[in-house]
């Protein structure tokens, strides 16, 4: 899965860290801890460690979207994440 993540978000062969695939991963991250929050509620490590990912992504987001504004929309459009 997290290969096929990299396959699809690469800019080039050995491309494994553009802004592009940190952000596919993160979210790919991010919606499996959510899942897992919603089983254990109580689970505040997780929480703290969900957050600080989803302040990542943003920042990683912000990044793309000041520098190249079209690969920006076309990420969020196909991750169907909110502007």
């Known amino acids: 899965m997290k290969v096929d993540l990299i396959k699809k978000y690469q800019t080039h062969k050995n491309d494994t860290g553009s802004t592009e695939v940190q952000v596919a991963l993160l979210t790919e ?3 499996e801890l959510a899942k897992h929050l919603k089983k254990h509620a109580k689970d505040s490590d997780s929480r703290r460690g969900l ?3 989803v302040g990542k992504r943003r920042r ?3 990044y793309l979207k000041k520098g190249e504004p079209r690969k920006y929309e076309k990420l969020i459009k196909d991750l169907g994440l909110k502007k």
């Open 51 to 53: 957050l600080m990912m």
């Open 60 to 62: 990683l987001l912000n």
């Open 29 to 31: 991250k991010i919606m």
